[in-house]
């Protein structure tokens, strides 16, 4: 372990100069194409430990901790989404397009994978990782432009509830791998993965439901951000503790005092004034992290797996949306705005990996070396399709 009189200002030093970085690109990001995430996290790989290694490595062997603290900020925004009111408008919307768009993701790199070496089980263990979406990268694209338009609200819903349907079906993927490859059945796997989610949705409640009544309370009709943050850092950390989704855990917390609050005017205020700087964090170390060298150990999977999960995700939130009635401008870019993927998605493959550590290299390599594709170019995707949408559904007055 570093000496602590080296190690503390090297990570100050580090943090600032991150933070400084993140000053740029935002700069930088709002006048050109590439959304700040897709910036971040390349600046991240150009100098992280197979760059330029100027990131000191008390920060880099910390990275699970920036991430957990920023993915716990993105959920509770998330939770925000669920406003019943607003939910009656939109839901039939929600439900078809991330439902369908998370199955058909399922089948379609299941499909793919077939014409590879991969044991069936390992396939669909595989293609339910897939059907995930990351909310980060999407949540930090909307919020550039301040105030959410309609398309990205819906966006928003849709991609909450996704998180959702893709650890259900994580949950069946793993009893499937447990049947196949573990002596007895896959029911104590199962039961693991639905403690993971409903455990967390218990939690969130819990947490939500006084903490609707008790904050906003010092300020009249607005948390605190020390209110807020407590929230959020209690929550998560327990979820921790409990061993069940703490993104879930925040996600439903937010629900909770965004439809329980009477007296609060906006909640999440304070929150979103300070997501920036989390962000940022988490996407340059998520660049340093990432391990570019693993694409050449499964580079033709890799391929089969990044196109079929675009082609599956874009074509269920098609038909989710053709079903549901939404508009054409809706289904035509719902789909292109939902690929990025990382945060959830590795989440999951590291838990596959610690139980079956036999197929530990494939797993880790193949969803790490698609994170590298869906998290440098599934945002600039989505901003594309967030501004064609805009454009169709708001046109300029």
């Known amino acids: 372990m570093q000496d602590i009189s080296l190690a503390l200002p090297q990570f100050f030093v580090g943090?600032?100069?991150?933070?400084?970085?993140?000053?740029?690109?935002?700069?930088?990001?709002?006048?050109?194409?590439?959304?700040?995430?897709?910036?971040?996290?390349v600046m991240g790989i150009l100098i992280g430990d197979r760059g330029l290694a100027i990131i000191p490595p008390l920060l880099t062997e910390n990275f699970e901790l920036a991430a957990n603290i920023a993915l716990m900020v993105v959920g509770f925004l998330l939770g925000a989404q669920f406003e019943l009111q607003a939910l009656k408008l939109s839901s039939k919307d929600i439900l078809w397009i991330s439902i369908i768009a998370a199955l058909?993701?399922?089948?379609?790199?299941?499909?793919?994978?077939?014409?590879?070496h991969l044991d069936f089980a390992l396939i669909i263990l595989l293609a339910s990782i897939a059907s995930a979406t990351a909310p980060a990268p999407i949540v930090d694209i909307i919020l550039e432009k301040q105030k959410p338009s309609i398309f990205s609200s819906l966006l928003l819903k849709i991609v909450a509830l996704d998180d959702i349907w893709a650890l259900l079906l994580f949950s069946i993927g793993l009893a499937t791998m447990t049947m196949f490859y573990r002596e007895g059945s896959g029911l104590d796997a199962l039961f693991h993965a639905s403690y993971h989610l409903l455990g967390a949705l218990l939690l969130g409640t819990l947490i939500g439901i006084p903490a609707a009544y008790l904050t906003g309370r010092i300020r009249p009709g607005q948390p605190t951000l020390v209110e807020a943050l407590g929230l959020v850092f209690t929550c998560g950390g327990l979820a921790n503790w409990l061993d069940v989704s703490f993104l879930i855990a925040v996600m439903t917390m937010g629900a909770m005092i965004t439809n329980m609050?009477?007296?609060?005017e906006y909640p999440f205020h304070e929150i979103e004034n300070i997501e920036w700087p989390f962000m940022v964090i988490f996407f340059v170390l998520a660049g340093a992290s990432l391990d570019v060298s693993a694409l050449k150990d499964v580079t033709w999977v890799a391929v089969i797996y990044v196109a079929f999960r675009s082609v599956g995700k874009y074509l269920g939130a098609w038909l989710g949306a053709k079903i549901s009635g939404a508009p054409k401008v809706v289904r035509n870019w719902i789909g292109l705005a939902m690929l990025p993927?990382?945060?959830?998605?590795i989440g999951m493959a590291l838990i596959a990996a610690n139980q079956f550590?036999?197929?530990a290299q494939t797993i880790l390599s193949l969803v790490i070396?698609?994170?590298?594709?869906?998290?440098?170019?599934?945002?600039i995707l989505t901003r594309i399709a967030i501004g064609k949408a805009d454009n169709a559904l708001e046109p300029p007055k």
């Open 357 to 359: 550590a036999e197929y």
């Open 341 to 345: 993927q990382a945060g959830v998605e």
């Open 369 to 379: 070396s698609s994170t590298i594709f869906f998290e440098l170019i599934g945002p």
């Open 104 to 116: 058909f993701t399922l089948l379609f790199v299941s499909f793919g994978l077939l014409f590879t």
């Open 261 to 264: 609050a009477t007296h609060h």
């Open 15 to 41: 943090i600032g100069g991150i933070l400084l970085v993140g000053a740029a690109v935002d700069f930088i990001g709002r006048r050109s194409i590439f959304p700040r995430v897709t910036l971040l996290l």
